[in-house]
């Protein structure tokens, strides 16, 4: 299916446009955050669309000036051979999105590993902790301004002096 079909079925299904900000494969579409369950409950149960999969979220730090952080949602539906994604963006500092675990199981990890590595909270999840790092870790290891602490459980933290750290 066409990238112009599913945006003229999502247009159809969330009673509005969603603004395209990809023509690359998959089509990614701007949505509000606020408007994310609603459409997310009317792509899985359209007929046309029948969204049967969440295969990815992902995070992207749009960095400090623009406080804000990417979260990127790649839906599939194998019946109809359809891939294509969802955006939104959240405040950087204390960010929330509402979790999908609700309409799809494979949420839940996601959900925990964008908290644990963005610090993006998931207003709703069943379980939201720390699935990567340790539950006591300092920050979020994939923010720009991530700074490494310098000592956990009295071991000397330096990824400088790491011998397998291309940095160094």
């Known amino acids: 299916m066409s990238a112009d079909r599913v945006s ?5 299904v969330t009673g509005g446009e969603p603004e395209q900000i ?19 409950e009317r ?10 999969r ?21 839906f599939e539906s194998v019946t109809e051979n359809l891939r294509f994604a969802f955006s939104i963006l959240v405040a950087r500092t204390e960010g929330s999105a509402p979790s999908l675990c609700g309409l799809w199981k494979s949420a839940d990890w996601m959900e925990r590993e964008v908290f644990d590595m963005y610090g993006v909270k998931f207003s709703g999840h069943p379980d ?20 490494v602490q310098q000592e956990y459980h009295g071991i000397e933290v330096n990824p400088e002096s790491d011998q397998n750290n291309p940095k160094s």
């Open 43 to 52: 792509i899985k149960n359209d007929p046309r669309l029948y969204v049967d």
């Open 128 to 147: 939201l902790r720390r699935i990567l790092m340790p539950a006591d870790w300092q920050g979020y290891p994939l923010l720009r301004d991530y700074r």
């Open 8 to 12: 003229d079925i999502l247009r159809e």
């Open 22 to 40: 990809s023509q690359a494969e998959p089509a990614t579409f701007r949505i509000q955050p606020e408007k994310l369950i609603t459409i997310c």
């Open 54 to 74: 969440l295969s990815c979220i992902t995070g992207v730090d749009c960095g400090l000036e623009t406080g804000k952080i990417e979260l990127i949602y790649h």
